[in-house]
């Protein structure tokens, strides 16, 4: 005769009455490898991004019978790429199969240095690298020739105040930009953090 | 997760918690991780635990929307893993965990079912009285004996002549 499904589950668990619970630890491994992938893929498509960018850059001032021009920013954005990739490189190398706890710490506190000293980069280097680009630009234009017109301190002004607004532009879309692609992710970790602390206090 | 707290509120109900994360795994790796979710999302809600309902409502309402949000987290990595993948190499796993034969047949149909059909009928199987499945699910008692009645039928088709 066919058992009806409610006969089935009651007598099969009850004849599973002895099977094993499973166990609890690791709680966070699965999350933040998850995690943490989400990031690393993030970082290295947006890193991969600049090499096109410097394509169409240079493509762009040749347009504009810029070639120096071009050439000069396709190179700094090649040159960025590889100053990512090496820090990048630098992340990859922490082990996150020793102690997740302490991987998921180490993984945060490098990510944020990594920031700082993008931070830093960008405050120094567009007035830098940009001002230069702005010269080749300008270069044997009605523009340049009226700037050198101008009294001494004037163009001292004027480069003062275009470096300052270089670098806060620089660094205003750096942090805009890793908020939006970094930010979620990076919350999580801290969050992931804050629970495991919780759970060691608690000796669990 | 203090010990005290696992012994008292999550092991007496570690049933519900293992048949519902059952329902929506297919091998032992993920069954694991999902008991693991619902057990640290169990002690991360017990405030928001306000007694209103019985512990054992709350442990199904975390478990299945714990369950359905890692499948549905699942379901976008695996996408993303199988179109890497060439189609005819990707094996699900089933785990065996059942002495009784007719109790993993029954899981099997029941992991053919659509995720919200799942849960009516293991909350069914459990139990739960119609009021408390529509508290738990989120839906008015008066549909839920209506699709119950709907979905056995469905099983009734999936195990037919299967077992005994």
């Known amino acids: ?204 | 997760m203090s010990k005290d707290f696992y012994t008292q509120f999550i092991l007496p109900y570690a049933g519900i918690i293992i048949k519902i994360c059952r329902a929506y795994t297919d091998n032992e790796e993920d069954f694991q991780d999902y008991y693991q979710e619902v057990c640290l999302q169990l002690w991360k809600s017990r405030e928001n635990f306000k007694g209103d309902s019985k512990w054992s409502t709350w442990v199904y309402r975390i478990s299945l929307n714990i369950s359905l949000s890692l499948l549905k987290k699942d379901k976008k990595v695996n996408k993303k893993s199988v179109e890497l993948q060439n189609l005819a190499t990707v094996v699900p796993q089933e785990s065996n965990p059942f002495n009784d034969e007719s109790l993993k047949l029954l899981y099997l149909a029941i992991k053919q079912l659509p995720e919200l059909d799942r849960a009516i009928i293991l909350l069914y199987l459990e139990e739960n009285s119609y009021q408390e499945i529509a508290e738990i699910i989120g839906l008015l008692p008066n549909n839920i004996g209506v699709k119950i009645t709907r979905i056995k039928k469905k099983l009734k088709i999936l195990l037919d002549g299967k077992i005994y």
């Open chain 1, 1 to 204: 005769m066919e058992r009806s499904i409610e006969n089935i589950w009651k007598e099969g668990f009850e004849s599973n009455k002895s099977f094993e619970l499973p166990v609890v630890r690791d709680l966070y491994t699965r999350k933040s490898k998850l995690i943490i992938d989400k990031i690393k893929s993030t970082s290295k498509w947006d890193n991969l991004s600049l090499i096109p960018m410097a394509i169409v850059l240079f493509g762009v001032f040749i347009f504009l019978d810029k070639m120096l021009l071009g050439f000069y920013i396709g190179t700094l954005l090649v040159l960025l790429f590889f100053l990512n990739k090496k820090m990048l490189n630098n992340l990859d190398m922490f082990n996150p199969s020793s102690n997740t706890y302490q991987y998921l710490i180490n993984y945060v506190s490098q990510l944020k240095s990594i920031q700082k000293f993008y931070i830093k980069l960008l405050a120094i280097g567009p007035p830098i690298l940009i001002i230069p680009a702005y010269w080749m630009y300008f270069q044997g234009t009605s523009v340049m020739s009226g700037f050198r017109g101008l009294d001494i301190y004037f163009q001292i002004l004027i480069i003062v105040v275009t470096a300052i607004v270089l670098s806060g532009i620089g660094i205003f879309s750096y942090k805009i930009s890793t908020h939006v692609l970094y930010g979620k992710l990076i919350m999580r970790i801290e969050e992931i953090i804050k629970d495991m602390e919780e759970l060691q206090k608690s000796k669990f």
